[in-house]
């Protein structure tokens, strides 16, 4: 079959990308979702805090899901469930496969990659030990517990203060289990601040930070772990080692953009953040391939995914529509002293329709330091930030009349230093 | 009564179970376990040796070379993954050279085909990822890789096929000999059998001295490794040895079957036979081994690691003997065992035959497994059948590896399917992937809990006791 | 009484020093709103609780459902007995009430996502 537009994940990257396109004129859209319902990992994020930015009030995920679905089903986009893409070429013919349909094969003039991310998991920390059974990813347990309405453990320890492990921490608590600590490498948390207080600090759960777990022990079935204080090399401090009993280890120790598909397309990878490189309209190395949401950079707001997939929607429509202006005036982005990377990394001005937003991280926690962009030496944006760590996304809007006049090839973001 | 009782369903014990079920006998494998190859099986290396490490005259050499020329043929009549990728053991040094001119030596005694001394630029045009202090090696092209597990469970599946049963969660407490049979007393009950077959793997030295035969020990010996990301399957192709020192065969570095690259074993010797913890330092000496060997090996590509420990015998080769009338030991079966495995199976029964065990081929025997492919693995026209007849051939369960829920109802529903969350993991790959599990791990517990009609709670990831979910949160 | 908070207003996370002596004395915040916040925790704590109810006849088995407004703090453990008491059947629209004033709180317990009939 051809399409105009095929979506890779309904998800809220997907959603938007595939609302904002509809309403930019493209009506021939597929949306192609691997799980049995839209709406992605929102629907097991039971817990409020979600569309602060974009409705201006707290919601849940299934409520912030739901919100985007019901105005998927009201535009009349089309989209098909328990589909899994397994090929994506570079001419953009995708193979899926689902129980109704078995095979399909897919040329799409555009393609929208909203895969969303995954969970980092025990071997990929190599933490060493027994292989018992009571080790899951907090995403894992999130659902069982959510999802399925099964407890993972009684005896909880937790490793890692990203929000979806302080959110678990909470979570289990008060399904009856004992959450005995979260346990974090680093000397900050990544989790929101009102998480800290709310998930654990209500429950009197103590957040070790500089510590790790270095063993975990139990033949069958988790029996406890090892936890150790780490030195500034995040190595682990012989003789600080502590036995912790318990019978599960969740573990919420960051998230990787799941970026198979765009391997096999041979889409240019950003090393630091494992997704796409993209340009001012979401838009990958390869024309006509978009990428938005967590599989392009993780993120810490569903906000954010979804302003910046509606970006990815109105890009991708006006590729299909034959809008979108290739012209040679471009420059490059780029994060320096404290900034780890600069999404997006390439910017046409041209195709800038009223500005850009741009998201970046950064590498470390700064107090007192000046957010700014420059273009050579002359300096576009300048912001003052009390506090700055790398578990939230820093935002910088730069206008389309700002960027046009960008005399450089590079835009370079970094952080400076406040004497006060 | 049975005819033969066959003590442990690892490597060894289906082999020999698979090769009895060719006659016309009554054969029950006893395993200790709740499946086929959960011992020292699970975490081999999956490598058929070649045949030139092992001394001239020795058990060791003689069932490797033959093993290894009989693998290729039994993967293909099991449907079980093999590629015969060839292997390299690497010289740094000129003692390293004359080591492995030793070993050409031995190779040619043994009658290992095909062996050849490479030189240093020759071995870099092969494996460009070589360190460049390389200066010499010698290449076997007649080694390959094979999956252990899979191998074993398909061994099982076919015995099991061909009239063999299998008791699982049965250990043998004693044995004794009562009118020329064997009593052989467990925690689910007592068997009887006219013949016996220790293959126990770590624990045949227990079941030799239940049979009395002459003592032999097992010392467990844990191998580390890590398992890569198939993004870096590819940094080799061919198996990479190190050449051997007093302290064992060196680190290798080998792709997978399945195109996963493994670094890995180092030797340590335990007090104890079921710890299979891993730790960091081990971790560390074979990451530090791998990267003496092969260059650009990065720990962020592991995506697990684990242990496996090897059933030494401290009589230096396999124990391979008749501990007392009508029974026969293949026991202290280390590396190269897993290779040897498959010809020690026939001399097993030639042995059984010399104390008078009656062997009359079956006419009904069945050599092929059927229905094993995977759906991601099926022809196009193959793929369309399998969703006509069920259309969970169409729902993807393991995003990583590309599981159905078709191929995962057919592990659960095969002869001795999978019963659990790794059985069904070393039968169809699901939850082997790169993200090991995160995503798969509860719907194939679900799945598990559907198909077997069990609840949900009692649905183990591995061994009794390995409860994944303690109850409902409501 | 003194008491160590985190003030939760902005990413900045002061911590605050509570002292309790007939009036409450905050310290350690750097702007008003860390004041308010330790005053409110101290006399009034309040929390939005988040959860599942038991779901029968439903495409899962599972519906999430909140608290549509603050409740205190100290009751969110009775509250959550309240709640895996009940089991409800599908089909369930977002914002159908579940309990209504639950505990004399005032407080709904509101549906959170939606549940349709299995079929």
Not at chain 1, 49 to 61: A, N, Y
């Amino acid at each position: 079959m051809e399409r105009d537009l095929v979506i890779i994940g309904g998800g809220p990257a997907g959603l938007a990308a595939a609302i904002e396109a509809k309403k930019n004129g493209i009506d021939d859209i597929l949306i192609l979702e691997r799980d049995k319902r839209l709406g992605g990992i929102l629907q097991q994020c039971i817990h409020n805090g979600f569309g602060l930015h974009v409705f201006k009030e707290q919601l849940t995920g299934p409520e912030y899901a739901q919100r985007f679905i019901d105005e998927v089903e009201k535009l009349g986009i089309e989209y098909k469930l328990e589909s899994m893409v397994l090929h994506l070429g570079e001419d953009k013919k995708i193979i899926a496969l689902n129980p109704k349909d078995g095979l399909f094969e897919i040329e799409a003039k555009a393609v929208v990659l909203a895969m969303g991310c995954r969970e980092r998991t025990r071997g990929a920390l190599n933490i060493p030990g027994s292989r018992p059974a009571g080790v899951f990813t907090a995403g894992a347990a999130q659902r069982f517990v959510n999802m399925e309405g099964y407890m993972v453990g009684k005896k909880v320890v937790i490793l890692g203060s990203g929000d979806i492990g302080l959110i678990m921490a909470r979570r289990m608590t008060l399904e009856g289990a004992e959450v005995k600590m979260v346990v974090e490498l680093m000397p900050y948390s990544t989790g929101l601040k009102r998480n800290i207080v709310q998930c654990l600090e209500d429950f009197d759960i103590p957040l070790l930070f500089n510590h790790t777990v270095t063993k975990i022990h139990g033949k069958e079935r988790v029996e406890g772990v090892t936890i150790a204080k780490v030195d500034d090399k995040r190595q682990p401090i012989e003789g600080t080692e502590l036995f912790v009993e318990c019978d599960t280890l969740l573990l919420s120790v960051g998230l990787i953009p799941e970026n198979e598909l765009t391997r096999e397309a041979k889409i240019e990878i950003n090393p630091v953040t494992n997704g796409a490189y993209v340009n001012e309209l979401m838009e990958t190395s390869i024309e006509g391939i978009f990428a938005c949401g967590n599989v392009v950079h993780v993120h810490d707001l569903v906000d954010f995914v979804t302003q910046e997939s509606f970006l990815a929607g109105y890009g991708a429509a006006k590729y299909i529509k034959g809008e979108k202006s290739n012209s040679a005036n471009k420059f490059k982005t780029k994060g320096l002293n404290g900034i780890r990377y600069v999404v997006p990394n390439i910017i046409h001005p041209e195709n800038v329709k009223d500005a850009v937003n741009f998201y970046m991280r950064v590498s470390d926690v700064y107090h007192n330091v000046n957010l700014i962009v420059k273009d050579g030496d002359k300096v576009l944006y300048k912001s003052r930030k009390n506090h700055v760590s790398p578990g939230e996304m820093e935002n910088v809007k730069l206008s389309k009349d700002i960027l046009q006049k960008v005399e450089g090839d590079e835009l370079v973001f970094e952080l400076e230093e406040v004497a006060i | 009564m049975f005819d033969v009782a066959i003590i442990g369903a690892g490597i060894v014990g289906t082999s020999i179970a698979r090769e009895l079920s060719k006659y016309d006998l009554s054969c029950v494998v006893i395993e200790k376990s709740n499946d086929v190859s959960n011992g020292s099986t699970k975490a081999n290396s999956g490598i058929v040796h070649a045949g030139y490490d092992a001394k001239e005259g020795t058990l060791k050499a003689k069932f490797n070379v033959l093993g290894s020329e009989m693998y290729e043929k039994i993967c293909e009549e099991l449907d079980v993954p093999y590629k015969r990728n060839g292997s390299l053991v690497l010289a740094f040094n000129d003692d390293d050279l004359r080591h492995i001119e030793m070993l050409y030596e031995r190779g040619l005694k043994n009658g290992v085909k095909e062996l050849s001394i490479i030189d240093k630029n020759t071995v870099l045009s092969l494996e460009p990822n070589i360190q460049d202090n390389v200066v010499g090696a010698l290449y076997a092209k007649t080694g390959a890789i094979v999956s252990p597990f899979e191998l074993a469970i398909a061994l099982a599946e076919n015995a099991n096929e061909n009239g063999v049963e299998f008791m699982f969660s049965t250990t043998v407490t004693n044995i004794y000999k009562e009118n020329d049979v064997f009593n052989i007393e467990t925690n689910n009950g007592k068997f009887k059998s006219r013949y016996l077959v220790n293959a126990a793997g770590l624990f045949s030295d227990e079941i030799n001295d239940m049979l009395g035969g002459e003592k032999f020990k097992i010392i467990p010996r844990r191998g580390e490794y890590c398992l890569f990301d198939k993004s870096v399957g590819n940094i080799v192709t061919r198996t990479i040895f190190q050449t051997p020192s007093n302290k064992g065969k060196g680190i290798l570095v080998s792709p997978t079957v399945h195109g996963n690259l493994f670094v890995g074993p180092n030797a340590i010797e335990m007090d104890k036979k079921d710890d299979v913890s891993t730790t960091k330092k081990g971790i560390e000496e074979i990451l530090k081994g791998g990267s003496r060997s092969v260059k650009n090996i990065n720990p962020r590509d592991i995506i697990t690691s684990f242990a496996g420990i090897r059933a030494t015998s401290d009589t230096g080769d396999f124990v391979i003997n008749v501990p007392t009338k009508n029974a026969v030991n293949a026991a202290g079966i280390e590396s190269p065992g897993l290779t040897a495995s498959v010809a020690i199976a026939p001399y097993v029964v030639s042995l059984l035959e010399n104390e008078g065990l009656r062997l009359t081929l079956k006419n009904n025997f069945i050599k092929h497994r059927t229905n094993t492919k995977l759906f991601i693995q099926m022809t196009d026209d193959e793929k369309k059948l399998a969703l006509s007849s069920n259309s969970a051939y169409g729902r993807i369960i393991c995003r990583c590896e590309h599981i159905t829920e078709g191929d995962i109802i057919n592990a659960i529903k095969r002869p001795l399917g999978a019963r659990t969350v790794d059985g069904v993991k070393r039968r169809v790959r699901a939850g082997m992937g790169r993200c090991q599990g995160g995503f798969c791990m509860p719907r194939v517990v679900e799945i598990l809990s559907r198909e077997l009609n069990i609840p949900m709670t009692e649905i183990l990831k591995s061994e009794e006791g390995s409860y994944i979910l303690t109850g409902r949160t409501k | 009484m003194i008491k160590n908070m985190t003030c939760i207003n902005c990413p900045l996370g002061c911590q605050l020093k509570v002292e309790v002596d007939g009036e409450i004395k905050v310290s350690g915040n750097k702007c008003k709103r860390g004041e308010e916040y330790a005053k409110n925790e101290i006399t009034n704590p309040l929390r939005i609780i988040t959860t599942t109810v038991k779901v029968e006849g439903g495409d899962r088995p599972l519906l999430s459902v909140k608290t549509d407004k603050e409740i205190p703090k100290s009751k969110i453990f009775d509250i959550m007995k309240e709640i895996n008491k009940v089991k409800i059947n599908a089909p369930v629209e977002i914002g159908d009430i579940i309990i209504e004033n639950v505990l004399g709180t005032g407080a709904n317990i509101v549906a959170t996502s939606k549940i349709q009939r299995a079929d």
